[in-house]
T-cell receptor, first 109, second 113 residues
Framework: DQQVKQNSPSLSVQEGRISILNCDYT??????FLWYKKYPAEGPTFLIS?????DKNEDGRFTVFLNKSAKHLSLHIVPSQPGDSAVYFC????????FGAGTTVTVRA | NAGVTQTPKFQVLKTGQSMTLQCAQD?????MYWYRQDPGMGLRLIYY???????DKGEVPNGYNVSRLNKREFSLRLESAAPSQTSVYFC????????????FGDGTRLSIL
């Protein structure tokens, strides 16, 4: 049973606007959360992480929000750029990583 | 700086053939991992090596074996390939095996006929 779920398989957003990607988890033992970005024919690349002692972490255009009571994680990309078109995976761990199925983001010019 | 290198990039096998996927990292990481990615299922852990000299099963280990050859290298072997093992295989490494970002190779695309 998947412990990390990304319920939106795809997202289309206009260049310059905000992209919001969502992720839900079921295991209350998860205490470290990550987002990865993946281009076709390449491996996933680490984007940003957050530990359970925080509720927000920001790195340039990327911000991750954690709502522990709702077991919900989101990634905000502002502003969205064409190079952000990729598949985004969320992952969570107490020790080993569990991955969601991914959300394909398309940024329209 | 190569990071994590996987060979080969593509392979086609017939059912019953055996094959070893190679992985090497140059970041002096302690922990290494093998995942498979299937459509709609994200990445699933096959085996991992928390440190040199140790290996452990992940979520989907059946039909696979691994060898941590040294600190740099971690290989994945399919002894008797089956069509259900058609997938994209990713190797990853991290400094330690808990609460650390993992760095991935570019994958091996494996088709079993």
């Amino acid at each position: 049973d998947q412990q990390v779920k990304q319920n939106s398989p795809s997202l289309s957003v206009q260049e310059g606007r905000i992209s919001i990607l969502n992720c839900d988890y079921t295991n209350s033992m998860f205490d470290y959360f990550l987002w990865y970005k993946k281009y076709p024919a390449e491996g996933p690349t680490f984007l940003i992480s957050i530990s359970s002692i925080k509720d927000k972490n920001e790195d340039g255009r990327f911000t991750v929000f954690l709502n522990k009571s709702a077991k919900h994680l989101s990634l905000h990309i502002v502003p969205s750029q064409p190079g952000d078109s990729a598949v985004y995976f969320c992952a969570a761990s107490p020790l080993l990583l569990s991955f969601g199925a991914g959300t394909t983001v398309t940024v329209r010019a | 700086n190569a990071g994590v290198t996987q060979t080969p990039k593509f392979q086609v096998l017939k059912t019953g053939q055996s094959m070893t996927l190679q992985c090497a990292q140059d970041m002096n990481h302690n922990s290494m991992y093998w995942y498979r990615q299937d459509p709609g299922m994200g990445l699933r852990l096959i085996y991992y090596s928390a440190s040199e000299g140790t290996t452990d099963k992940g979520e989907v280990p059946n039909g696979y074996n691994v060898s941590r050859l040294n600190k740099r290298e971690f290989s994945l072997r399919l002894e008797s390939a089956a069509p259900s093992q058609t997938s994209v295989y990713f190797c990853a490494s991290s400094q330690y095996y808990s609460n650390q970002p993992q760095h991935f190779g570019d994958g091996t695309r494996l088709s079993i006929l």
